[in-house]
């Protein structure tokens, strides 16, 4: 399995993403609901099908983003 990509390295590789041709399924922990939604709504904000997440026992999230 790949390593773990902090938050800063996940919004830093969202942000270059706006030339990107081909797109691939990335995978982000967060902390919490709130701030795997707010995540998920940085420029470029996720389409439908082009998102989901699954809640952690510890109360972290798995977000799962296509980019």
């Keep these: 399995m790949a390593d773990e ?6 919004v830093a590789q969202k942000g270059q993403a706006a030339g990107v041709a081909a797109k691939q399924w990335r995978t ?10 707010n995540f998920l709504n940085l420029a470029p ?9 699954s809640n952690r026992a510890d109360g972290r999230v798995d977000v799962y983003y296509y980019l």
């Design 5 to 10: 990509m902090t938050h800063a390295e996940a």
């Design 45 to 53: 904000a996720q389409g439908a099908g082009e998102a989901f997440a």
């Design 28 to 37: 982000l922990v967060e902390p919490n609901p709130q701030a795997a939604v």
